[in-house]
């Protein structure tokens, strides 16, 4: 069965400090994958995606076959990186999300 | 961009009322749209998909019955919780896919928290 397990519900890290939000999926087939943000009192929004392989807002993600993993990182949190980040796994029309990490930088 | 918007934002009724949310997208014109579900601290669990002039595909374990979906127009739909009971409270989210995006594009609704008393 297609799942998306983020291990983490709250991570929290000083401004500065490196950030990974760990994302692990299960899936028979090439995955889509994708990371959504949600700040405090906005909806929820995409982040990144894997197909395109790019940085938004310093983050990167990158998709590991071999441990089935599509962990979310950046070098160096800043305040307003303070969100719940969702891990998300296309499938058949639909998305699949995992239950969320919240990550707090504090200053 | 995209914007999606939700109403009412949040709604109190009482047990064995039934309450409707609507989901519009204002910019664009969505032949589907999506209805989740979160409950505290978990995840969106996908309710149904909304397809446009057409019956909504439901998801397993989701009463078709008790939550009625419409999608009546483009920029359009609804979802229905008919006779709730207070195991429907929740927070309902919903997003929407422009047509001419990709086929994993949605934009999503700010949500609507039911408290059913």
Redesign the interface.
């Known amino acids: 069965a297609q799942r998306v397990t983020q291990p983490e ?1 709250l991570l929290s890290v000083f401004k500065g400090a490196p950030v990974e939000l760990k994302c692990n999926y299960s899936y028979s087939g090439s995955p ?1 994958l ?1 990371w959504y943000v949600q700040y405090s009192r ?5 982040l990144l ?1 894997h197909i395109s392989r790019e940085s938004i807002k310093g983050f990167t993600a990158d998709l590991n076959k071999g441990e089935t993993s599509f962990h979310l990182k950046k070098p160096f949190a800043q305040e307003e990186d303070s969100a719940m980040y ?1 891990c998300a796994l ?1 499938n058949t ?8 990490t919240r990550l707090q930088v504090f200053p | 961009g995209a914007v ?1 918007s939700q109403h009412p934002s949040r709604v109190i009724c009482k047990s064995g009322t039934s309450v409707k949310i609507e989901c519009r997208s204002l910019d664009f014109q969505a032949t589907t749209m ?1 209805w989740y579900r979160q409950f505290p ?6 309710m149904a ?1 909304s397809n446009e002039g057409s019956k909504a595909t439901y998801e397993q374990g989701v009463e078709k019955d008790k939550f009625l979906i419409n999608h009546a127009s483009l920029t359009l739909s609804t979802l229905t919780v008919t006779s709730a009971h207070p195991e429907d409270s929740s927070f309902y ?1 919903c ?1 929407a896919r422009p047509p001419s995006g990709s ?4 934009y ?4 609507t928290r039911l408290t059913v008393t």
């Not at chain 1, 029309?93 to 969320?100: E, M, P, Q, S, V």
């Not at chain 2, 086929?103 to 949605?106: I, N």
């Not at chain 2, 999503?108 to 949500?111: A, Q, T, V």
């Open positions: 519900k889509e994708f906005q909806r929820l929004q995409l995606r969702y296309y029309d639909k998305l699949i999300f995992g239950t969320g | 999606v999506f601290k978990q995840s969106l669990m996908l998909t989210i997003s086929r994993y594009e949605q999503f609704g700010p949500g």
